[in-house]
């Protein structure tokens, strides 16, 4: 009896470690998606892409831009490691990195379209120092209308250098 009970606590402890483990890959996968982004934005959609990602640099009246393509192709990787992740049970840890891209891209859809660019019109105001520096960051990057010469590739961090000064 007492050799059952102490299986189903080690049971009970492996389930939680497992699921610590989980919930590290999400965030990790997370943050290393920022990492993943801040190179696709500087070498790809910034060089050989810039034919996409150029609509992104005009002005237009448009709902959708030919930068669009990007946010389809990104969801690729996720799509398939959430579905291999629950399609097998063998490669069921795939399911949380495509849950960490995932949630980065949900991350960047809200900060990027809705908070910055504003393609749906919501009253926000940045009070942070962070979201104030992370928006003006993004400002410096679009004052350049051109493939090379842009600054500042990162979606969702940004170098202290990008605060906003009070003088």
């Given amino acids: 009896m007492a050799d059952a009970r102490g299986k189903r606590k080690d049971f009970r402890l492996l389930k939680k470690l497992i699921m610590i483990l989980n919930i590290a890959i999400v965030i990790g996968t997370f943050i290393f998606m920022e990492g993943v982004a801040w190179f696709a934005h500087k070498y790809i959609m910034h060089g050989f892409l810039w034919s996409w990602h150029k609509s992104h640099h005009k002005h237009h009246g448009h709902i959708l831009e030919l930068n669009d393509l990007f946010a389809v192709v990104f969801s690729i990787p996720s799509i398939l490691l959430i579905y291999y992740g629950y399609s097998y049970e063998s490669y069921a840890i795939l399911k949380y990195f495509g849950i ?45 209308h051109t493939k090379d010469g842009a600054k500042a590739f990162g979606f969702l961090f940004a170098p202290k250098k990008y605060d906003i000064k009070k003088d």
């Fill in 100 to 144: 960490g891209i995932f949630l980065y891209g949900v991350a960047y859809v809200i900060f990027h379209d809705i908070i910055v660019h504003r393609r749906i019109k919501i009253k926000f105001r940045a009070k942070s120092s962070y979201m104030k520096r992370i928006m003006n960051a993004h400002y410096v990057h679009h004052k350049v």
